[in-house]
Protein backbone atom coordinates (compact mmCIF):
# COMPACT_ATOMS: atom_id res chain seq x y z
CA UNK A 1 0.00 0.00 0.00
CA UNK A 2 1.40 3.38 -0.86
CA UNK A 3 -0.55 6.85 0.23
CA UNK A 4 0.79 9.90 -2.23
CA UNK A 5 0.15 13.32 -1.16
CA UNK A 6 0.70 16.40 -3.35
CA UNK A 7 1.78 20.07 -2.67
CA UNK A 8 3.38 23.16 -4.24
CA UNK A 9 0.90 24.16 -6.88
CA UNK A 10 -0.39 27.50 -6.90
CA UNK A 11 -0.75 30.59 -9.13
CA UNK A 12 1.42 32.09 -11.47
CA UNK A 13 2.13 33.69 -14.34
CA UNK A 14 3.46 32.35 -17.68
CA UNK A 15 6.87 31.79 -18.33
CA UNK A 16 7.00 30.93 -14.46
CA UNK A 17 8.59 28.52 -12.63
CA UNK A 18 7.56 25.70 -10.02
CA UNK A 19 8.07 22.69 -8.20
CA UNK A 20 5.61 20.03 -7.47
CA UNK A 21 6.30 17.64 -4.74
CA UNK A 22 4.86 13.98 -4.29
CA UNK A 23 5.33 12.57 -0.50
CA UNK A 24 4.94 8.44 -0.45
CA UNK A 25 3.98 6.63 2.43
CA UNK A 26 5.04 3.16 2.39
CA UNK A 27 8.93 1.42 2.42
CA UNK A 28 8.10 0.27 -0.63
CA UNK A 29 8.13 3.28 -2.22
CA UNK A 30 11.30 2.77 -4.12
CA UNK A 31 9.84 0.12 -5.92
CA UNK A 32 7.66 1.43 -7.83
CA UNK A 33 7.22 3.20 -11.11
CA UNK A 34 6.04 7.16 -10.48
CA UNK A 35 4.27 9.56 -12.92
CA UNK A 36 2.37 12.21 -13.15
CA UNK A 37 -0.26 13.24 -14.82
CA UNK A 38 -2.75 16.58 -15.26
CA UNK A 39 -6.51 17.21 -15.70
CA UNK A 40 -7.49 20.37 -17.02
CA UNK A 41 -11.42 21.80 -16.55
CA UNK A 42 -13.77 19.72 -19.14
CA UNK A 43 -10.95 17.50 -20.79
CA UNK A 44 -9.95 14.21 -20.03
CA UNK A 45 -6.83 13.03 -17.69
CA UNK A 46 -3.53 13.08 -19.70
CA UNK A 47 -0.11 11.70 -19.22
CA UNK A 48 3.02 14.09 -18.25
CA UNK A 49 5.85 12.11 -17.09
CA UNK A 50 7.24 8.76 -15.47
CA UNK A 51 10.48 8.01 -13.97
CA UNK A 52 11.79 4.52 -13.40
CA UNK A 53 12.02 3.09 -9.96
CA UNK A 54 16.02 4.00 -9.81
CA UNK A 55 15.44 6.99 -11.55
CA UNK A 56 17.95 6.19 -14.13
CA UNK A 57 14.62 6.44 -17.00
CA UNK A 58 12.24 9.07 -17.67
CA UNK A 59 10.02 9.85 -20.38
CA UNK A 60 7.48 12.69 -21.01
CA UNK A 61 4.94 13.92 -23.14
CA UNK A 62 5.74 15.94 -26.23
CA UNK A 63 3.67 18.67 -24.55
CA UNK A 64 6.26 19.29 -21.88
CA UNK A 65 9.28 17.88 -23.37
CA UNK A 66 12.26 20.57 -22.76
CA UNK A 67 10.12 22.24 -19.83
CA UNK A 68 9.62 19.95 -17.37
CA UNK A 69 11.57 17.28 -15.36
CA UNK A 70 10.69 14.77 -13.47
CA UNK A 71 12.96 13.06 -10.50
CA UNK A 72 12.76 11.11 -7.30
CA UNK A 73 14.75 10.69 -3.96
CA UNK A 74 13.97 7.35 -2.96
CA UNK A 75 15.80 7.87 1.17
CA UNK A 76 12.90 10.99 1.45
CA UNK A 77 10.09 8.76 -0.51
CA UNK A 78 9.47 12.07 -3.11
CA UNK A 79 8.82 12.31 -6.76
CA UNK A 80 9.36 16.03 -8.14
CA UNK A 81 8.17 17.53 -11.02
CA UNK A 82 9.41 20.46 -11.97
CA UNK A 83 8.10 23.13 -14.47
CA UNK A 84 9.58 25.88 -16.26
CA UNK A 85 8.39 28.30 -18.91
CA UNK A 86 4.78 27.58 -17.99
CA UNK A 87 1.84 28.10 -19.95
CA UNK A 88 -1.59 29.00 -19.51
CA UNK A 89 -2.62 25.61 -21.49
CA UNK A 90 -0.35 23.93 -18.54
CA UNK A 91 -3.16 24.82 -15.96
CA UNK A 92 -4.72 21.72 -15.07
CA UNK A 93 -5.25 19.90 -11.51
CA UNK A 94 -1.64 17.20 -11.24
CA UNK A 95 -1.51 14.31 -9.84
CA UNK A 96 0.92 11.96 -8.92
CA UNK A 97 0.74 8.21 -9.28
CA UNK A 98 2.82 5.10 -8.52
CA UNK A 99 3.10 2.37 -10.84
CA UNK A 100 4.12 -1.82 -9.73
CA UNK A 101 6.21 -2.04 -12.87
CA UNK A 102 7.19 -0.02 -15.90
CA UNK A 103 7.16 3.20 -17.55
CA UNK A 104 3.30 4.04 -17.90
CA UNK A 105 1.96 6.18 -19.92
CA UNK A 106 -1.73 4.97 -19.05
CA UNK A 107 -3.95 6.19 -15.54
CA UNK A 108 -5.61 2.78 -15.41
CA UNK A 109 -2.15 1.29 -15.78
CA UNK A 110 -1.05 3.27 -12.12
CA UNK A 111 -1.77 1.57 -8.78
CA UNK A 112 -2.06 4.63 -6.37
CA UNK A 113 -2.92 7.98 -6.75
CA UNK A 114 -2.64 11.37 -4.82
CA UNK A 115 -5.19 13.93 -4.25
CA UNK A 116 -4.04 16.21 -6.98
CA UNK A 117 -2.25 19.97 -6.03
CA UNK A 118 -3.74 22.52 -8.80
CA UNK A 119 -1.56 24.59 -10.85
CA UNK A 120 -3.01 27.59 -12.67
CA UNK A 121 -0.74 29.81 -14.78
CA UNK A 122 -2.47 33.09 -16.11
CA UNK A 123 -1.44 34.65 -19.58
Known amino acids: QVQLVESGGGLLQAGGSLRLSCAAS????????MGWFRQAPGKEREFVAA????????TYANSVKGRFTISRDNAKNTVYLQMNSLKPEDTAVYYCAAAASGLRFKSHEYDYWGQGTQVTVSS
Open 26 to 33: GRTFSSYY
Open 51 to 58: ISWSGSST
